[in-house]
């Protein structure tokens, strides 16, 4: 059969290009290869040559599917499955971006793209000696991507899953593919995910996979250490490429910590999900990774350490990726996932990167150079690897607790369906309770280790320092716990630890470094590490729910807990008090998709009683079709605190035109001035007058119109209106309800009788339709510290980066 | 014995503290049927609600209670409370997860994880905006 105004040129180029990456980098990683294994430099010249051809081709075929991609979704070509399914019609053009990957097909394509650009940085920055065996390990990886996307039948085993599919190979068996013009029939797409119609989602997802791309340029250069034998050599150049991995991830991670705290309702920015630990622990172990290299590069120590950091964690990446993509994690996380029946697929690309990685490291691990003379304890060395040993345990906490999901099968299986393991109840209380340990030695560590000199230092001046820090820290955190009112002895010791982390690195700055602003890196680095965990540690020990509802029934002791009243009902236009605030919902709006409720907070002086402060929060909720209500909260940020708002609940809205049954209609024929009488209130009709324009309804020419003024009077409160229309259109009479929902009255006008100049009103009572939101509100203190904690670690990366950059040049220059 | 070495066993032996600590913080899956037997701990439930009971709400009266009957995977089915408010979309969820004890004759919920295919998983097509072609996706 031919199918009607199908698009088929941009699926079939798209999946040529799709199949000449995967090709030509399996073809680049053999002739890279046979350059890396050959002895005589004209063949290792030669096979190198063709190996960037291959490159060059891969890397116009990667541009090539994304350009095919974008078209399909940009043209909204729905009879693509991925357009359909990600896209719609009404998507604002900012959003294209984020469908293109918002599916899985459509990360992997990211994640490809990042690896091709940094690859052809890598071409010109690796050298003579590197270029052959990193590229070699870039492109197996990039090879593995594209085997992701081939979505080709082997026998009956679907490797990977193609962007490129068609709708109706999707849907086999929907009987609206039988017909050749279906697409006719198919105006619309799916849409994007409403959660992520934000900006976030256009730029959190490109950094972060920049991010776990980069991770591959240390473990590309550790096992072409390995591999060549040169296990000292590719230090000097891989260290500004950890650097800036390490601050993209970082930046990428803590991205998505903001987009939930801005958009999505999880009441913060750090829930211990599944999602995020996968990808945090890739990145504790890259910085330790960077810490034990510089006590190398310093010290000849901690080599053999560096290779495993850097090796492990680009195999964190990959697990973290078999963990968020193979559907595994499937209850034990708030966030979606689609099993694409890819995670066979992905095991083996995990085990075939980890297996022989750790094989060529345990082969070279006696060979790799380790000085005879122990580092002394007086040394930032011997430190920095006690640090990395921290940051190892840390991420192995968190892998162990996120990977239950994985083993529970395996002691299912041993115990004989007796023992069914879950993640625990309380996972953030339980992460804590680890990782706040590891926290409070990682800020002493990375404070003190800062004073000590590499080698050997002088201990006397040490403890001089460390006196007058600690005093100064005692001091600090006294005021600080006394007025954060923070008395368990484990956030003391940690606000100990932030305080010291923070005196200490500034202290460094301006009394060791002395204003030498291009050293600043490390101690601004840890500087921003101790004012995020300070952050951390008030805005989450001193967070408090300040919508606290006690409507409610007394169910009894345990009930009586704060944590279970935090949701406040608000009636409209009524006034409830949340902490120093009045809050009161006044109304509601929408503007497609979103519907906006406006909730007004005044702040009184508790004296007087004026309005101190006054200011209107618009919590929204996306009513949508398809997905019923997604709520994206509203926050007020001050500098010491946010008050942070979402709506849990709304009224359903009842259809009440279709569900009125006619009974319920009392008749009333009355004339001008007349009054009708309600259960609970009086209707007086003002006025019958012709009309011409309505927003209930479109006028054409020679329709007839008419409307009955009602003025409704309520026993208590304020009046409404009402005019219920009488309209002949076409010869065709009808009737056009209004109602005052308040009161629950609807209102019909029947008959409109002109001799005896009166007019038929039909009135129904129902249930009062009550307006109302169920929101949350809830005070974040000292949030802010957070986010400026997160932005001087980065800058901290940054400036060491640019350091290296320029020792390079002025090393460049001087040869 | 280098320093590193004691180092490297410090942390071997931390971790295999933290793999033994473990035995008290994972939960495990039960039914409404093995919690009765264990009351006192948070257990995790799996099912999917009964909707041939009503679901309590009333946002006027209680905006912080919740109770719904849930099917477990034996096919018991138990009252559920929950305080909070109630999901939206409740009634559309295709499998609940969730946490908390038995108290009395009924399971005092603290937390409620949704799964609602319908939300990510597109297996319904919609032709014209009207009717609904049911259709199986081929990935699975």
């Given amino acids: 059969m031919i199918f009607e105004n199908e698009l088929r040129w941009p699926g079939i180029w798209g999946q040529l290009f799709v199949i000449t990456v995967f090709v030509s980098s399996f073809l680049s990683v053999v002739s890279y290869f046979i350059s890396t294994q050959s002895k005589d430099e004209i063949i290792q010249n030669s096979w190198k040559r063709i190996a960037r051809m291959l ?5 116009i075929a990667v541009a090539g599917i994304v350009v095919t991609l974008y078209y399909i979704i940009h043209e909204h070509r729905f009879e693509y ?18 469908c293109f990957w918002e599916g899985q097909e459509g990360s992997f394509l990211l994640w490809m793209w990042w690896n091709m650009v940094l690859g052809s940085l890598l071409i010109f920055r690796a050298g003579k000696k590197w270029e052959a065996p990193v590229l070699c390990i870039f492109m197996v990886v990039q090879a593995f991507i594209a085997s992701m996307l081939l979505g080709i039948y082997f026998w009956d085993y679907r490797v990977g899953s193609t962007p490129f599919s068609l709708l109706r190979d999707v849907m086999i068996g929907a009987p609206i593919f039988q017909r050749a013009d279906y697409l006719s029939f198919i105006k619309d797409g799916n849409g994007l995910n409403p959660l992520l119609q934000n900006y976030w989602m256009v730029i959190h997802p490109p950094i972060l996979f920049l991010g776990f791309a980069s991770t591959l340029v240390p473990f590309a250069y550790a096992i072409a250490a390995l591999w060549k034998k040169d296990f000292t050599g590719w230090i000097v150049s891989v260290l500004p490429w950890t650097l800036f991995s390490g601050a993209v991830l970082g930046t990428g991670i803590m991205m998505g910590g903001a987009w939930a705290y801005e958009s999505l309702t999880f009441g913060g920015y750090w829930a211990w999900d599944p999602v995020e630990n996968a990808s945090l622990v890739p990145w504790l172990i890259l910085v330790g990774g960077i810490h034990t290299m510089l006590a190398y590069k310093k010290s000849g120590h901690s080599l053999r350490s560096t290779f495993l950091f850097f090796l492990l964690s680009f195999i964190l990446v990959l697990y973290s990726t078999f963990l968020t993509r193979s559907g595994i994690l499937g209850n034990s996380s708030v966030h979606a996932f689609t099993d694409l029946g890819m995670s066979g697929h992905l095991v083996f690309y995990l085990l075939g990167l980890t297996i022989p990685a750790i094989i060529l490291l345990a082969i070279n691990w006696k060979k790799i150079p380790a000085p005879e003379k122990e580092e002394a304890m007086a040394s930032r060395e011997f430190w920095i690897f006690v640090g990395a040993g921290i940051l190892f345990i840390s991420a192995f906490q968190i892998t162990l607790y996120t990977s239950i999901p994985v083993y529970a099968p395996l002691v299912k299986w041993i115990s004989q369906s007796k023992i069914n393991i879950a993640p625990p109840t309380e996972p953030i209380g339980t992460y804590n309770s ?36 600690s005093v100064i820290t005692v001091i600090f955190t006294v005021l600080i716990a006394w007025q954060g009112a923070l008395t368990y002895p484990t956030h003391v010791a940690l606000l100990f630890a932030a305080v010291f982390s923070i005196i200490a690195n500034l202290y460094y700055m301006f009394t060791v470094l002395k204003g030498k602003h291009r050293l600043y890196g490390p101690a601004l680095a840890h500087l921003g590490f101790g004012i995020f965990l300070m952050g951390v540690l008030i805005s989450s020990a001193n967070k408090h729910t300040i919508s606290l509802n006690y409507r409610g029934i007394d169910y009894g002791k345990r009930f009586n807990d704060l944590d279970l009243h ?21 109304g509601d709006s929408t503007s497609e998709p979103n519907h906006y409720y406006k909730v007004l907070f005044e702040r009184m002086d508790t004296s007087t009683n004026e309005v101190k402060e ?26 010491d605190h946010d008050v942070y708002t979402h709506v849990t609940t709304v009224p ?4 009440d035109e279709e569900t009125t049954d006619e009974q319920k209609f009392t008749e009333h024929k009355i004339a001008k001035g007349d009054t009708i009488f309600t259960s609970k209130s009086y209707v007086v009709l003002e006025n019958v007058e012709k009309v011409e324009k309505s927003d209930k309804i479109k006028l054409v020419k020679g329709d007839l119109c008419v409307g009955a003024k009602l003025h409704v009077f309520p026993m208590t409160g304020k009046d409404y209106y009402a005019e219920p229309l009488y309209l002949i259109q076409g010869g065709q009479a009808m009737s056009i309800n209004d109602k005052v929902n308040d009161l629950g009255l609807i209102f019909r006008l029947t008959k409109v009788i002109p001799d005896q100049n009166k007019v038929q009103i039909d009135i129904a009572e129902v249930k009062p339709e009550q307006e109302y939101i169920v929101m949350k509100a809830l005070v974040f203190p000292f949030i802010n510290l957070v986010w400026l904690g997160v932005v001087m670690t980065v800058a901290g990366f940054l400036v060491s980066l640019f350091r290296v950059f320029q020792k390079k040049k002025s090393v460049g220059s001087n040869n | 014995m280098k320093k590193a070495h004691i180092i490297g066993l410090g942390i071997i032996a931390v971790a295999i503290g933290i793999i033994i600590s473990m035995a008290s913080d994972y939960s495990s899956y039960e039914t409404f049927s093995s919690a009765k037997q264990k009351t006192g701990k948070d257990f995790q439930i799996v099912g999917t609600l009964d909707k041939s009971y009503e679901l309590e709400y009333d946002a006027a009266k209680d905006a912080n209670y919740f109770s719904f ?29 969730l ?14 994880l949704m799964k609602c295919p319908s939300k990510y998983k597109n297996d319904k097509l919609d032709v014209n905006g009207t009717q609904e072609v049911d259709a199986t996706p081929e990935k699975s």
């Fill in chain 2, 69 to 97: 009957y849930l099917k477990d995977k034996n096919g018991d089915e138990c009252k559920v409370v929950f305080h909070g408010s109630k999901p939206q979309d409740f009634e559309r969820s295709e499998s609940i997860v």
């Fill in chain 1, 566 to 586: 935090t949701n406040q009902y608000m009636p409209k236009d009524s006034r409830e008090q949340m902490g120093e605030y009045f809050a009161t919902f006044i």
């Fill in chain 1, 614 to 639: 006054k200011f209107i929060l618009y919590p929204n909720a996306q009513i949508n079709p398809k997905m019923g209500l997604i709520s994206s909260p509203d926050t007020r940020h001050y500098w």
């Fill in chain 2, 99 to 112: 946490t908390g004890r038995m108290n009395g004759d009924f399971f005092d919920a603290k937390h409620i």
């Fill in chain 1, 434 to 469: 680890y990782q706040l340990p590891v926290a409070v030695l990682v800020l002493l560590l990375s404070s003190f280790a800062l004073y000590l000199k590499f080698r050997k230092s002088d201990m006397k001046q040490f403890y001089r320092r460390m006196i007058i820090i």
């Fill in chain 1, 652 to 655: 359903e809205k009842s259809n």
């Fill in chain 1, 81 to 98: 499955h991925y357009a359909w399914e990600h896209s719609s019609m009404q998507l604002p053009m900012k959003y294209l971006l984020a």
């Fill in chain 1, 55 to 59: 490159f060059v081709v891969q890397a």
